[in-house]
């Protein structure tokens, strides 16, 4: 299994450095370009409304989709209630999980984890691991962006469904790399790109359009071998017109690198 010299582009920006290895590691070419960051929302009165009524008894069910957005929404109650109380309201709930990441949280709350949605954790295995629950009262910490189909496949239930935005996502402080990214994937010169989220997606066709060049960035990636981490990503990438070429057995960042090197190797072959 190995890239052979070919360039890898990749947008990871907190797991930069690791990404960077997995690629060197099947003999590729690395070229990383941070593509974004997790930041709170500034004056988040929503979230204190929700504390609130989650203080008051007031849900059943409380649905975790990261990891960084439940450390965020612990560290920022904190700032108005005393420090553990949102691990002791969570210890009276069913608590829902998407991933390990935000299960790892847990643990270290020492809040139990009522239902860990398994692979590859998109909203429908998520509402298939809660499917029959009799919880009608649900909180669901969103990430980035919000998820309509699993609100919407929720409230179909007769559930009464609150969102819960703790943080963002937007361009990194220096988009310096991520611009040359773009002009690199535009002149020719990249052979592979991995997406790990959709907003990947978003932010270099955004820095693409500012320098000029969206058409040639579009126009690239129906060339090049284009690897998504996970279902979710790719019908992102599939929506915006941008083909998907591999997607991981896990979504996970090293299954990702490690198989997609092996299919690079495989079509070479087929094609000698």
Do not use: C
């Amino acid at each position: 299994m190995s890239f052979a010299g070919r360039k890898v582009l990749a947008f990871e920006s907190r797991r930069a450095a690791e990404m960077a290895e997995l690629i060197r590691r099947q003999k590729g070419q690395p070229v990383i370009a941070p593509s974004m960051r997790e930041v709170p929302i500034e004056r988040n009165e929503e979230a204190f409304h929700f504390a609130e009524r989650l203080f008051a008894g007031e849900f059943d069910m409380m649905i975790l989709l990261t990891g960084v957005g439940t450390r965020f929404l612990d560290k920022l109650l904190a700032t108005r209630y005393p420090a553990g109380q949102f691990a002791e309201a969570l210890r009276k709930l069913t608590v829902v999980v998407r991933g390990p990441k935000p299960a790892a949280v847990l643990r270290e709350m020492n809040v139990p984890i009522g239902i860990q949605v398994p692979e590859p954790n998109t909203w429908r295995e998520l509402l298939a691991a809660t499917d029959g629950r009799p919880e009608r009262r649900i909180a669901v910490q969103e990430y980035g962006k919000s998820n309509p189909e699993l609100l919407a496949g929720l409230s179909a239930r007769g559930a009464e469904v609150t969102a819960v935005r703790v943080y963002q996502w937007e361009l990194p402080e220096d988009t310096g790399p991520l611009r040359d990214a773009a002009g690199r994937l535009a002149a020719g010169e990249i052979d592979a790109v991995f997406f790990t989220t959709s907003v990947q997606l978003e932010h270099v066709l955004q820095i693409a359009a500012e320098a000029g060049l969206e058409n040639r960035v579009r126009a690239a990636l129906a060339k090049v071998f284009v690897a998504s981490i996970g279902p979710t990503t790719s019908e992102a990438l599939k929506e915006s017109g941008i083909r998907v070429d591999f997607e991981p057995s896990h979504p996970k960042m090293g299954v990702l690198v490690q198989e997609a090197a092996a299919r690079m190797e495989n079509v070479v072959e087929e094609t000698r």
